[in-house]
């Protein structure tokens, strides 16, 4: 009597995971679907929304306000390294410096009166994968966006998924957008 139970209950579970499971084509079909919408119609939305949140009618211009928007609200301050021992404020601007080129701008100021550190990194985006990776280490107080030339690092910024996701995504529409002209 035991085993007809346990039998029942096996084929129950059985059954249940067959159930459960979706097909291989069904699985790939909504990835399909995202892809699709984020190429096309959710590409123009979030163009329209940038140009209206920052007032202009230039995608360019938008995207750039987005980028440094963005990199001013996530930069790396001091006040977020706590327990090391030399904190300093990361802070970067984004700018086209000539066709197909964007400059990266990084400042670096320490918090105990060490002057600035400025350093500018030129990124010719002609010829390369427009999507920016990012990297956020769990042990990290920092998220690092990859440079798409040659996958080093490029901006840092402090630990937060999400900023690092609307950052990579904003350069990445920013330097489609440089690569077209």
């Given at each position: 009597m035991p085993f007809r139970h346990t039998r029942k209950l096996s084929v129950l579970a059985f059954i249940a995971a067959l159930l459960g499971q979706p097909s291989p084509a069904v699985a790939e079909e909504p990835a399909a679907q995202s892809k699709a919408e984020?190429?096309?119609a959710d590409q123009g939305r979030y163009l329209n929304d940038l140009k209206r949140l920052?007032?202009?009618?230039?995608e360019r211009k938008a995207l750039l306000a987005q980028c440094n928007r963005l990199l001013d609200?996530?930069?790396?301050?001091?006040?977020?390294?706590?327990g090391q021992a030399q904190r300093q404020d990361?802070?970067?601007r984004i700018s086209i410096s000539a066709p197909g080129e964007l400059l990266v701008r990084e400042e670096i100021r320490a918090?105990?009166?060490?002057?600035?550190?400025?350093?500018n990194q030129r990124v010719a985006v002609f010829g390369v994968d427009p999507f920016v990776r990012?990297?956020?280490p769990a042990s990290?107080?920092?998220?690092?966006l990859?440079?798409?030339?040659?996958?080093?690092?490029?901006?840092?910024i402090v630990r937060d998924h999400a900023g690092a996701e609307e950052l990579a995504k904003a350069l990445s529409f920013l330097i489609r957008n440089v690569q077209k002209n």
């Amino acid at each position: 009597m035991p085993f007809r139970h346990t039998r029942k209950l096996s084929v129950l579970a059985f059954i249940a995971a067959l159930l459960g499971q979706p097909s291989p084509a069904v699985a790939e079909e909504p990835a399909a679907q995202s892809k699709a919408e984020l190429s096309g119609a959710d590409q123009g939305r979030y163009l329209n929304d940038l140009k209206r949140l920052h007032q202009t009618q230039d995608e360019r211009k938008a995207l750039l306000a987005q980028c440094n928007r963005l990199l001013d609200t996530y930069a790396l301050r001091a006040s977020y390294q706590v327990g090391q021992a030399q904190r300093q404020d990361l802070l970067y601007r984004i700018s086209i410096s000539a066709p197909g080129e964007l400059l990266v701008r990084e400042e670096i100021r320490a918090a105990q009166g060490t002057p600035l550190a400025v350093r500018n990194q030129r990124v010719a985006v002609f010829g390369v994968d427009p999507f920016v990776r990012y990297d956020c280490p769990a042990s990290g107080q920092t998220c690092i966006l990859r440079n798409p030339q040659d996958g080093s690092p490029l901006i840092t910024i402090v630990r937060d998924h999400a900023g690092a996701e609307e950052l990579a995504k904003a350069l990445s529409f920013l330097i489609r957008n440089v690569q077209k002209n």
